[in-house]
């Protein structure tokens, strides 16, 4: 097993700017915030999105590109470092105007309008390093 017990920081809760890309918002945000480790929740709605479903064989992202307005009705993810630099890692249930809904790893998506509100966790460091088995970038923990 591989964990690690952090401590809660500061809390923000964040309006993310209109026509903003929602994820590099959040990764700004941390970095101005000198935000290290942190998990986060959004809700509100996208102009167009970018989705992604990782192949287990192929071990790569299938990429869904979504060029409607777009519900978010629960966005989860966290933020650790990647080559020293704040790293999100995002989830997201999207619905469109008829309640349909895709999911699956947020790559991007425009704002319409987003409220975030993010938890920032201390402790020991937390970084993404690549997996061998998965091909992934995953945590790694002093």
Known sequence: MTAAELDLGRNFVIRAEHDSDII?????FA???EIEIGTFMAIGALKNAKL???NQK???YQEMEIASPHEIASCLGNISLKDKK????AHAVLADES???RAGHLIGGTV??????LRELKGP???RKHDDVTDLSLWKME
Do not use: S
């Not at 590099?24 to 700004?28: A, E, L, S």
């Not at 704040?86 to 890692?89: A, G, K, R, S, W």
């Open 31 to 33: 970095e101005d915030n």
């Open 112 to 117: 319409f309008a987003a409220e975030i509100h």
């Open 58 to 60: 192929e071990h790569e």
């Open 86 to 89: 704040p790293f999100v890692h």
């Open 125 to 127: 460091k937390l970084e």
């Open 52 to 54: 992604g479903f990782y």
């Open 24 to 28: 590099q918002y959040i990764i700004k």
């Open 99 to 101: 309640g349909e809904t």
